[in-house]
């Protein structure tokens, strides 16, 4: 599907420049809506008919693939429009495509300023992120690169428990393996990475920081030369516990502090310094500090719409930036909840705990919004159709209807 007509539909008829989201699903949603909290209808650009594609608060655009054919179609849809637009990145394979063949619309569109592809690509490589910060002395887990079978007797070498992952992202390894295994011993260490190894040719073994679901916490931010914008949340889930994207987040004013500090330090020590990033952290309940975890370079997370919830909205800060606007006006409201209410309760059903949120805070649900209701129809069938009962299973078994996991709050 393709729009025929854009123009005169969304921030054009301000006179200003039109928003372009490159990528769907809650990564798209996300950013949707919160541009539309400030007035912003944009153009979404996804490679499939997804949820994010549903809302009513965009104008959605099909593309077949996130290669060069994006581009060719980005600049067919520039005729159309009257100003330079400007393109927000939700998911990774649009960013790497429009960094890829950035000069050819760089003419044309207004995005954030990005390294050399090369350093692109590498800066989203868990293995040279976790050297990058041990060099720049930032607080990190001992971490192995595993690329061969002989390399797995270096696993001895790190404390127990361990964590198994991909490094980078790795479509043979999505289909294949969990995102992530806590693993108790160095032999069964070695005997899951070797499984992988057949499989993908590299893995990634760290340190397990130990600590309850509820201690991961992270900064996003959107970069600029003079005053970086941050907010700084807390996961009160994630799905799968421990390991997985965010369920449930709010705000974490008490260590906004200390996180933004080690997040824009971070990213200006690799050099990247315009443009969306985040910073993922884990507490450790052993010493109580906090330790990077993993980066996002270039692009928005899946919960970015509890920054705007909560008053710092920065894709609008974004939007204002790239299209020459002054900077909105940021207040934070920390009494917000952003939750997906689906792996939410099946991530408390696995924990054996209620849904439990701070007290006296909103919750807004990432999908269900009875003024947008259509993405959560949307997502209500695709996770009844295709996902439910394998998630199911896997959080200890379905419920009935009249024992859903009941929503209290954290006292």
Known sequence: MRVARHAGTGAVQTGRPEAIVLGGLVNG???????????????????????????????????????????????????????????????????????KYRERLAPHFKFQDFPPHEKLVELGHKDRFFQVAQEGRFPVPSTLLVRSHGDLSGISQLRLPL???????????????????????????????ARILDVTGEVLVQEWIEGTNDSIYFSLCY???SKPVVFTGRKGRSWPPQIGVTAS??????????????????????GFTHGFCSMEFKRDQRDGR???VEPTVGRTNGQIEISALCGINLC?????????????????????????????????????????????HRIHNAFWRWDDPFPALSAASDFAGRGFRRLGRAAGGLWPLNQLPSYQRIS
């Not at 594609?53 to 600049?75: I, K, M």
């Open 29 to 99: 949603l996300s950013v949707v809506r919160s541009l539309a909290k400030a007035g912003i209808r944009p153009i979404l650009v996804s490679n499939d008919r997804d949820l994010a594609t549903r809302s009513r608060y965009v104008r959605p655009h099909l593309v077949p693939e996130y290669n060069e054919t994006l581009v060719d179609e980005l600049l067919r849809l520039r005729q159309e429009l009257a100003f330079g637009p400007v393109l927000i990145c939700a998911q990774d394979a649009p960013l790497l495509a429009i960094s």
């Open 290 to 292: 906090f330790l990077m």
């Open 163 to 193: 964590c198994v992952k991909q490094n980078g992202h790795s479509k043979i390894y999505e289909r294949t393996f969990k995102k992530a295994y806590r693993v108790e011993s160095h032999a069964e260490a070695q005997a899951l990475c």
């Open 249 to 270: 987040c709010w705000a974490a004013p008490e260590a906004a502090e200390e996180l933004e500090d080690l997040t824009v330090r971070y990213f200006r020590h690799v």
């Open 223 to 225: 970069m600029t030369r």
């Open 316 to 360: 609008h800060v974004a939007y204002c930036d790239l299209a020459g606007l002054p900077r909105p006006p940021l207040r934070l409201d920390p009494t917000h909840v952003w939750r997906d209410e689906f792996t939410d309760a099946l991530a408390a059903r696995m924990l054996g705990t209620d849904c439990a949120y701070p007290p006296r």
